[in-house]
């Protein structure tokens, strides 16, 4: 007998079966199937054949596979009882019940006092499925590994794409084949790191940016997980994510996956970002402000770094407010005794040598000048030189012999009475000022593995949110190595990267709008030699990449040429007036065939207007543009098209291309099958192009 049950979405069914009791697994997942669907024969035509050197009947790849159905591959739970025995559930069916949308079923052993439930659901709008995994025990047991519910991986498939990368050069997409045997990614970390994003992209063979079939899969928890891609022997391939393993340290009777979020495009790789990108903007992030329009950031890290002059920062606020920017946030070296890295993190106390008035004439300076005022913690780390780590050596997690990173040792928030000093370290300071802005940071990565610090992190957050709802909390772990939909539940902007190099912002922020949408994505203008790679950038390049994405400045705005500074404001003006039908625009990534031309399209909501970015990051093989192909457009409407930035039209450019004199006026088929012929132009420059439906 078989229990059977069909989530469906605008545009992706997930149809799950239990044969005989036993776990369910995933029978389909894709497109939409027709109304009337025999779904029984449907999970029969999923049913295997068995022959030869293999067992009689092939082990379901089930939602959790199990060791005690002779499973040929990765189990998905792994577990211990009391004095270290090695537990095989064999779990069956319970119940089924739904909740607000959502389907849990609940399975039992009750040999063994176990209990596993499976959630699942279905977004309205975007089909992004949710998924969820919960393991309950009647005696303590010793947990190794839970996956989330496990999705089987398509077989017209011959590669995975992970996302990798370091720091200074986050995202990075690498391909890795299938074959039989196991992908594993195990990230030991701590945190969700720059080397080890929690998402996966399953391209079918033939599939793109723009067309094909996509699935595709992101695992949300900021601790650290676990990735296993594995082909069995019998050629049926599944994915399972978790925690990090082994991140469990103490026995409990009830443990959690985090979410698993699983979606599918007949559209290529932005079928399934546009997914990502709405679900999490939508039913994910809390901005404090509401509707508020997003506020154009400075940061004055790059100008001061620990330098603080209260009467330097008032004139570099006036500056920064004269560019156009509507948030100052007041970086490191403001608290104990911080002169550079090695002391004082810990004391969240205002340092009297540089602020003898505490900060509040430098707020309010800021905010008389129209800006709203941000500060930097970094609650979680702590150096041995400060006053907190010589009153509580017993908060410091790991060995007194570990190896220190930026000079640093990290705070054990999973213990209450650390949390409570952070909270009220914390909350003194939003308490006694005008704060509207958290950039919460987090530079080193843990000792040893502890799932227990992220939840203590979650916890510590969301109190300190409850306490100031109107705070924003922005994640910044050296850049992007906290990036994950679980920290973006408590935090509304993500710092991408600690590079300010627009060629490496770029390509950073192209490949990370497959899962973080405009407005949480935060991107700065930084200073003219840039401070992690050394290369010199042209103000207008460093402007419109900072343009793609929640704009700010980093740069010490006394730099600027007159020139410069015009070309910045105008950018940023340019960048206020759109940003309202931008804050809810898909990034459509573009093909391009030039591959020193990295392209995207922000697809307005309503499909009425769209702005096309094309960056030049570096010298093409060939001598003159080719056609770039744009995307998401209605085939039968007429666009007008048009150079927004035509003055940056140079020499190079000896010929009459239509765009370089006025606009054009297209259909969406001739935009998105012949594509748009650019001007020439120099390495390192962006061309900006604005369309409207007619």
Same mark, same amino acid.
Request: charge should be negative.
């Given at each position: 007998?078989?229990? !059977?049950?069909?989530?469906?979405?605008?545009?992706?069914?997930? =149809?799950?079966?239990?044969?005989?009791?036993?776990?369910?697994?995933?029978?389909?997942?894709?497109?939409?199937?027709?109304?009337?669907?025999?779904?029984?024969?449907?999970?029969? &035509?999923?049913?295997?054949?068995?022959?030869?050197?293999?067992?009689?009947?092939?082990?379901?790849?089930?939602?959790?596979?199990?060791?005690?159905?002779?499973?040929?591959?990765?189990?998905?739970?792994?577990?211990?009882?009391?004095?270290?025995?090695?537990?095989?559930?064999?779990?069956?069916?319970?119940?089924?019940?739904?909740?607000?949308?959502?389907?849990?079923?609940?399975?039992?052993?009750?040999?063994?006092?176990?209990?596993?439930?499976?959630?699942?659901?279905?977004?309205?709008?975007?089909?992004? !499925?949710?998924?969820?995994?919960?393991?309950?025990?009647?005696? #303590?047991?010793?947990?190794?590994?839970?996956?989330?519910?496990?999705?089987?991986?398509?077989?017209?498939?011959?590669?995975?794409?992970?996302?990798?990368?370091?720091? @200074?050069?986050?995202?990075? !997409?690498?391909?890795?084949?299938? *074959?039989?045997?196991?992908?594993?990614?195990?990230?030991?970390?701590?945190?969700?790191?720059?080397?080890?994003?929690?998402?996966?992209?399953?391209?079918?063979?033939?599939?793109?940016?723009?067309?094909?079939?996509?699935?595709?899969?992101?695992?949300?928890?900021?601790?650290?997980?676990? %990735?296993?891609?594995?082909?069995?022997?019998?050629?049926?391939?599944?994915?399972?994510?978790?925690?990090?393993?082994?991140?469990?340290?103490?026995?409990?009777?009830?443990?959690?996956?985090?979410?698993?979020?699983?979606?599918?495009?007949?559209?290529?790789?932005?079928?399934?970002?546009?997914?990502?990108?709405?679900?999490?903007?939508?039913? *994910?992030?809390?901005?404090?402000?509401?509707?508020?329009?997003?506020?154009?950031?400075?940061? @004055?890290?790059?100008? !001061?770094?620990?330098?603080?002059?209260?009467?330097?920062? /008032?004139?570099?606020?006036?500056?920064?407010?004269?560019?156009?920017?509507?948030?100052?946030?007041?970086?490191?070296?403001?608290?104990?005794?911080? $002169?550079? $890295?090695?002391?004082?993190?810990?004391?969240?106390?205002?340092?009297?040598?540089?602020?003898?008035?505490?900060?509040?004439?430098?707020?309010?300076?800021?905010?008389?000048?129209?800006?709203?005022?941000?500060?930097?913690?970094?609650?979680?780390?702590?150096?041995?030189?400060?006053?907190?780590?010589?009153?509580?050596?017993?908060?410091?997690?790991? #060995?007194?012999?570990?190896?220190?990173?930026?000079?640093?040792?990290?705070? $054990?928030?999973?213990?209450?009475?650390?949390?409570?000093?952070?909270?009220?370290?914390? $909350?003194?300071?939003?308490?006694?000022?005008?704060?509207?802005?958290? /950039?919460?940071?987090?530079?080193?990565?843990?000792?040893?593995?502890?799932?227990?610090?992220?939840?203590?992190?979650?916890?510590?957050?969301?109190?300190?949110?409850?306490?100031?709802?109107?705070?924003?909390?922005?994640?910044?772990?050296?850049?992007?190595?906290?990036?994950?939909?679980?920290?973006?539940?408590?935090?509304?902007?993500?710092?991408?990267?600690?590079?300010?190099?627009?060629?490496?912002?770029?390509?950073?922020?192209?490949?990370?709008?497959?899962?973080?949408?405009?407005? =949480?994505?935060?991107?700065?203008?930084?200073?003219?030699? @840039?401070?992690?790679?050394?290369?010199?950038?042209?103000?207008? %390049?460093?402007?419109?990449?900072?343009?793609?994405?929640?704009?700010?400045?980093?740069?010490?705005?006394?730099?600027?040429?007159?020139?410069?500074?015009?070309?910045?404001?105008?950018?940023?003006?340019?960048?206020?007036?759109?940003? @309202?039908?931008?804050?809810?625009?898909?990034?459509?990534?573009?093909?391009?065939?030039?591959? &020193?031309?990295?392209?995207?399209?922000?697809?307005?909501?309503?499909?009425?207007?769209?702005?096309?970015?094309?960056?030049?990051?570096?010298?093409?093989?060939?001598?003159?543009?080719?056609?770039?192909?744009?995307?998401?457009?209605?085939? /039968?409407?007429?666009?007008?098209?048009?150079?927004?930035?035509?003055?940056?039209? =140079?020499?190079?450019?000896?010929?009459?291309?239509?765009? /370089?004199?006025?606009?054009?006026?297209?259909?969406?088929?001739?935009?998105?099958?012949?594509?748009?012929?650019?001007?020439?132009?120099?390495?390192?420059?962006?061309?900006? *192009?604005?369309?409207?439906?007619?």
């Amino acid at each position: 007998m078989n229990r !059977i049950w069909h989530l469906n979405g605008p545009s992706v069914s997930l =149809v799950l079966a239990s044969h005989e009791d036993r776990l369910a697994q995933v029978v389909y997942w894709g497109a939409a199937l027709p109304e009337g669907e025999d779904l029984a024969q449907l999970v029969a &035509a999923a049913r295997p054949d068995a022959t030869g050197g293999m067992l009689d009947e092939a082990p379901e790849i089930s939602i959790c596979p199990e060791i005690s159905r002779s499973f040929p591959g990765a189990a998905g739970l792994s577990l211990r009882g009391r004095g270290g025995t090695v537990l095989r559930p064999a779990f069956r069916f319970e119940a089924e019940r739904e909740e607000a949308g959502t389907l849990i079923l609940s399975f039992h052993d009750a040999s063994l006092g176990l209990r596993y439930e499976a959630r699942f659901a279905i977004e309205a709008t975007t089909g992004l !499925i949710t998924a969820h995994s919960a393991l309950e025990a009647d005696q #303590p047991v010793a947990l190794n590994w839970l996956a989330a519910p496990v999705f089987p991986a398509p077989q017209l498939c011959d590669e995975m794409q992970e996302i990798s990368g370091r720091w @200074c050069a986050e995202f990075q !997409i690498n391909r890795t084949p299938w *074959i039989p045997g196991q992908r594993v990614r195990d990230n030991p970390t701590g945190r969700t790191d720059h080397a080890h994003f929690p998402g996966l992209i399953l391209p079918a063979r033939g599939a793109g940016k723009t067309q094909g079939e996509t699935w595709a899969l992101h695992y949300g928890w900021s601790g650290g997980h676990r %990735m296993v891609a594995e082909e069995l022997p019998d050629g049926r391939r599944q994915v399972q994510f978790g925690h990090a393993s082994g991140t469990e340290l103490r026995p409990g009777t009830r443990f959690e996956s985090a979410p698993l979020y699983a979606a599918y495009s007949s559209a290529g790789s932005n079928g399934c970002a546009v997914a990502f990108q709405r679900h999490l903007r939508d039913q *994910i992030v809390t901005f404090p402000e509401g509707a508020q329009p997003r506020p154009v950031h400075y940061n @004055c890290w790059e100008a !001061i770094y620990f330098r603080h002059d209260l009467a330097e920062l /008032k004139d570099i606020a006036a500056r920064a407010a004269a560019l156009g920017a509507e948030r100052f946030v007041l970086d490191d070296g403001w608290f104990g005794r911080r $002169d550079d $890295d090695r002391s004082s993190l810990g004391d969240w106390q205002v340092d009297p040598r540089k602020y003898p008035e505490g900060l509040g004439p430098l707020v309010e300076h800021v905010r008389g000048l129209g800006m709203g005022f941000g500060i930097w913690f970094e609650p979680e780390m702590v150096n041995c030189d400060s006053d907190l780590a010589r009153a509580h050596p017993e908060w410091i997690l790991g #060995p007194d012999d570990q190896i220190e990173g930026r000079q640093q040792r990290v705070l $054990d928030v999973a213990r209450a009475d650390v949390r409570d000093y952070l909270f009220g370290a914390i $909350d003194a300071i939003l308490s006694a000022h005008a704060i509207s802005y958290v /950039k919460w940071d987090h530079n080193r990565v843990l000792p040893y593995p502890d799932a227990d610090q992220a939840r203590g992190l979650y916890a510590l957050l969301d109190r300190l949110r409850a306490a100031h709802p109107m705070v924003e909390f922005e994640s910044c772990s050296s850049g992007g190595g906290r990036i994950d939909f679980g920290i973006l539940g408590r935090s509304s902007r993500v710092w991408l990267s600690d590079s300010n190099d627009a060629i490496e912002r770029l390509r950073i922020q192209h490949d990370a709008a497959l899962f973080l949408p405009l407005d =949480v994505t935060g991107s700065h203008v930084g200073p003219r030699t @840039c401070h992690t790679s050394g290369r010199v950038i042209d103000i207008r %390049m460093r402007a419109w990449v900072a343009a793609q994405r929640h704009m700010g400045f980093e740069m010490d705005p006394r730099e600027l040429t007159d020139e410069e500074a015009q070309v910045l404001r105008e950018v940023t003006q340019w960048w206020k007036d759109n940003r @309202c039908w931008r804050a809810r625009a898909d990034i459509l990534r573009l093909e391009s065939a030039d591959p &020193a031309v990295i392209a995207e399209m922000q697809l307005a909501e309503d499909g009425h207007r769209f702005v096309l970015f094309s960056g030049q990051a570096q010298s093409s093989a060939q001598v003159l543009p080719r056609p770039l192909r744009l995307t998401g457009l209605d085939p /039968k409407a007429r666009y007008r098209v048009s150079l927004r930035n035509r003055d940056d039209v =140079v020499g190079l450019s000896r010929g009459a291309p239509a765009l /370089k004199s006025g606009d054009l006026e297209l259909s969406g088929q001739a935009l998105m099958g012949q594509g748009l012929l650019l001007t020439c132009g120099y390495p390192q420059t962006m061309w900006v *192009i604005e369309g409207e439906r007619l």
